[in-house]
């Protein structure tokens, strides 16, 4: 199986199994809908020249039904790093949030309503941006999104530049989890007899399965405090171990006691890049159930994590058409 897992991400790195025809042809209609990579992000402090983020990488996803996911994980650029502390420089490592978003083609603005993200103080934030996409021969087209003045916990303006992911041919089961899935409640329970240890809900959390072979993760703890002002103070940045956030390669594999396996391999965010995590999953209409393989909690017990989602959108939604 793990054999197979790698194969799987080789092919999504190397872009074998990609529906580049009809990924090209629908581009023309639907300018946002679908799976973006990071290439690229410079920014720039008021005043000052733009720089470029060492390291950037990071995932933005728009569907259909009107959410999207946005995860950016790169360096601290030295030249705005001097006068940050170890901590800050470890929150603004990672930025996102997840929510809903309305575009308009003729402004080329996209306004956003972020439902959570890498701190409390993004639940319930609204901010724009402008846009741009722009077709590149023999590649897919490239999106440029540029941050306002004022936007939270992005150090200046942020000029993004995204790369399209085409749309892979994917199996039923795989189609069957794609779409955007908010968290309902997780919990433990003991291996064997399935007692009910622990139940704990979460700030709004999502987890996202793209038609392009990508996921997706904000998964914030809830009762986070707010920060005093707009931006954290070295103590409030160490306190931010309550949010977990990355994106990954998604592999789908059918069978078993469940009706899948689901393999999640790091590509960015809080987790360490190259790690691999393995979840079983039940689909049951538009509820989907993920189970951790077993381990011993910190009470020397054998059990069991779950995760309960809810659909909030479709592969149908995340293609475009």
């Known amino acids: ?14 872009g074998i199994g990609w529906d580049r025809s009809v990924s090209q042809a629908q581009s023309a209609t639907q300018p ?47 030249a705005m790093a001097g006068a940050l502390s170890d901590a800050h420089r470890s929150f603004y490592r990672i930025n996102g949030s997840w929510g809903r978003y309305q575009a308009n083609r ?9 439902f959570a993200g890498r701190s409390v103080d993004l639940t319930g934030a609204k901010f724009t941006r402008t846009f741009a996409v722009a077709s590149v021969r023999d590649e897919q087209d490239r999106l440029t999104t540029t941050s306002q003045p004022g936007e939270l916990h992005t150090l200046g303006v942020a000029t993004r530049v995204w790369q399209r992911v085409p749309e892979m041919n994917m199996s039923p089961e795989a189609r069957a989890v794609a779409g955007f899935w908010r968290h309902e409640v997780e919990g433990q329970k003991r291996e064997g007899s399935g007692e009910l240890m622990s139940e704990v809900k979460r700030d709004p959390s999502v987890i996202v399965y793209t038609p392009t072979g990508f996921v997706g993760v904000h998964f914030p703890t809830r009762n986070r405090a707010g920060f005093a002002s707009a931006e954290p103070t070295e103590a409030e940045a160490k306190q931010q171990g309550n949010y977990l956030g990355y994106y990954a390669a998604l592999g789908v594999y059918p069978g078993g006691r469940h009706q899948g396996l689901i393999f999640h391999n790091i590509l960015g965010g809080g987790l360490t890049i190259g790690s691999t995590l393995r979840r079983f999953f039940d689909v049951k209409g538009d509820d989907v159930d993920l189970t951790f393989p077993a381990g ?13 989602l809810h659909r909030l959108s479709t592969f149908d939604d995340m293609v475009e058409r």
């Not at 003729?106 to 972020?114: D, K, N, P, Q, Y």
């Open 1 to 14: 199986m793990k054999r197979t897992a790698f194969c799987f991400v080789a092919l999504l790195v190397l």
């Open 32 to 78: 946002l809908v679908g799976t973006w990579l990071l290439t690229s992000e410079q920014l720039t402090a008021e005043g000052a020249q733009p720089i470029p983020a060492p390291g950037a990488r990071g995932m933005l996803v728009f569907d259909r039904a009107g959410y999207y996911f946005e995860l950016v994980d790169r360096a601290v650029p030295a």
């Open 106 to 114: 003729e402004t080329g603005r996209i306004a956003f309503e972020s």
């Open 296 to 308: 011993t909690n910190r009470q020397g017990i054998r059990a069991q994590t779950y995760v309960k």
